[in-house]
């Protein structure tokens, strides 16, 4: 199994599972409130960005709230605002959990995650007032940048001083992916504002500068804590260790080592040189390797997962998320061949990936993560079943409507674009995919809907928490593994 089970007895050298959660607790819950509110702000901006897509006169009498402005406030908040608090309350919680060491002090990590958001909040105000850099997922202004570098130093130190002072000698695929991703995104930050915000670098140069870190968020930070959140919580939740485990290596490095360069395919057809692209597409192909390591990993620990652990609301975001991570790994494949790509290079379709990527592989597995370990955090199960199925649904739903108008809007944006005896006009290229817009605009409304259950939901739970004291162990409250973690 990828990690020990939390029922191990507790001894002088192995403090109990209780002991490890109350040192984490704190900073753990702060990051899940964050994640939970700055879900609904990116589904709210979603939504607007999408209803301007049909009706461009929607919120356009100010400059603030222009379509320019509001798709990167949506994009930020998504991904800085709740993709790196949920990556943030998982890796503390995975990595004290599988260390078995309690953290030393949580306030200087509270503190980090503090300034973390103001730091967000600052960049989105910087593009909101027209101080935007310009360049996807680095639109922030340096001042917030700056805040947010240091700040994510703050946080990674804590994770680093839990790791240093493991008590557990083995490390889990688990910690592979979290860890060397922690370390990662500093390297990646770094040098992505150093050549492009801060730096000289123009021409084709700055447009591989860009596509190379827009694709690495994914490939090199929240992509690999999202897979090891799947790792240690798969076993723990069906009650089976993963199958055929020396398979977990070789897809750790290869997706590491391949994934960090597939961004470059989206250059396919752009003006740069024809060996980046040639680069991009190839690794995008070696990708099938952990695609399959993963797979086999996963896929036969659920298949051969014990009834008891059949049901739930965790498990179920686990399995969507790793059948996510397979469909997007292929189509990524598929439509890398120029074939495709010089038909919807620069459509819809680049959104609907990037969707796939970081919403259902990723975000469903922080859902199943938070939803397994929130409530043994609050020794408590969750408030109400009834917001757990609003949510699940609701989100289930909203994605596939917002990637399948994607896909559908941006094959139809393609098709037109190449025919121009057809649609010799902009407003009929427009023509051609404006009825997948509405279902867009309507998809992203039921992601809101979504998103407002779990925010109430992990807000009532930490209210629970801090006003109902449990003397209960999580052990106790929690079978292993427990089938519905909530009240009905």
């Known amino acids: 199994m990828d990690s020990n089970s939390s029922n191990t007895p507790a001894t002088a050298e192995r403090p109990d599972s209780a002991v490890i959660d109350a040192s984490i607790k704190v900073p753990v819950l702060f990051f899940l409130y964050a994640a939970a509110a700055w879900l609904v702000t990116a589904s709210v901006l979603g939504f607007i960005a999408a209803a301007q897509l049909v009706q461009p006169a929607f919120l356009a009498d100010y400059a603030w709230t222009t379509h320019g402005r509001i798709v990167p406030l949506a994009r930020n908040a998504l991904i800085y605002g709740w993709g790196f608090n949920a990556a943030f309350a998982v890796l503390i919680w995975m990595v004290a959990r ?52 240091v700040s994510y130093g703050i ?85 089976r260790p993963i199958t055929n485990y020396p398979l977990a290596q070789i897809g750790f490095w290869s997706f590491v080592f391949f994934g960090s360069f597939g961004g470059l395919a989206t250059l396919v057809g752009s003006p740069v040189p024809a060996w980046v ?41 686990f399995k969507l998320s790793l059948v996510s991570f397979i469909i997007v790994g292929l189509l990524t494949v598929v439509l890398s061949l120029p074939s495709f790509s010089h038909t919807i290079g620069l459509t819809f379709v680049g959104e609907a990936l990037d969707i796939l990527h970081w919403y259902a592989f990723v ?21 109400s079943g009834a917001l757990i199925t609003a949510h699940f649904w609701a989100t289930v739903a909203g994605t596939i409507i917002v990637i399948s108008s994607l896909f559908l809007a941006g094959f139809a944006q393609g098709a037109a674009l190449n025919d121009i005896e057809n649609y010799a006009t902009f407003a009929d290229v427009m023509g051609a995919f404006s009825g997948y817009l509405v279902a867009l605009a309507f998809g992203y409304l039921t992601l809101l809907v979504g998103s407002l259950a779990f925010f109430v939901n992990v807000v009532m739970a930490i209210y629970q928490a801090c006003f109902s004291k449990s003397t209960a162990s999580a052990d106790t409250v929690f079978g292993s593994p427990a089938a519905m973690e909530v009240n009905s």
């Open 98 to 149: 599988l260390c078995r060491t309690p953290a030393p002090k949580w306030g200087t990590t509270l503190v980090g995650g503090l300034f973390w958001n103001v730091g967000i909040k600052l960049g989105l105000t910087g593009i909101i007032i027209g101080q935007s850099t310009g360049h996807v997922l680095l639109e922030m202004p340096g001042y917030a940048a700056a805040v947010m570098f």
């Open 155 to 239: 946080i990674g130190a804590g994770v680093a001083i839990i790791f240093s002072r493991r008590r557990e000698g083995s490390m889990f695929a688990s910690q592979w992916y979290g860890l060397t991703a922690l370390f990662w995104f500093p390297w990646l930050f770094t040098i992505a504002q150093y050549t492009l915000v801060f730096g000289s670098m123009r021409g084709t140069a700055q447009a591989v500068a860009s596509a190379w870190y827009g694709h690495n968020i994914y490939a090199l930070f929240l992509g690999p804590i999202a897979l090891g959140a799947l790792y240690y919580l798969i076993p723990k939740r069906v009650g």
């Open 363 to 383: 975000s469903f597995a922080f859902f199943g993560a938070i939803y397994f370990m929130l409530p043994r955090l609050i020794v408590q199960p969750w408030p």
């Open 277 to 317: 692209q040639t680069v991009g597409v190839s690794s995008n192909f070696m990708l099938l390797i952990p695609l399959f390591a993963i797979a086999v990993n996963l896929g036969g620990a659920l298949l051969g997962g014990t009834k008891a652990g059949g049901s739930g609301p965790a498990l179920k975001f």
